[in-house]
């Protein structure tokens, strides 16, 4: 009898996001996410496909969000 390998792909742990999703993550606009995409500081981590195509890693975004939180903390620590 003949055994069968069942391998099962788990979801997309790191799921690259759209303009539009990233924006709801920030809660910010479509427009905020592609400025940010294009300028030095602060920049979000972008992947360019193919046709121009934005996407965006979700770890990153998160990433991005910490980087930004602990700025923030440091500002306030000095004042």
């Not at 069942?6 to 990233?22: R, T, Y």
């Not at 920030?26 to 400025?35: N, P, R, S």
């Not at 496909?49 to 602990?70: A, K, P, W």
Request: charge should be positive; glycine fraction near 2%.
């Amino acid at each position: 009898m003949a055994q069968v390998a069942i391998v099962q792909s788990k979801p997309d742990e790191d799921p690259l996001l759209n303009a539009d999703e990233v924006a709801l993550k920030l809660h910010v606009t479509k427009d905020w996410v592609w400025d940010h995409s294009s300028r030095r500081t602060p920049y979000l981590p972008v992947i360019r496909v193919g046709d121009g195509t934005l996407r965006y890693r979700s770890s990153q975004i998160d990433e991005f969000l910490n980087e930004r939180e602990r700025i923030s903390h440091l500002r306030r620590k000095r004042r």
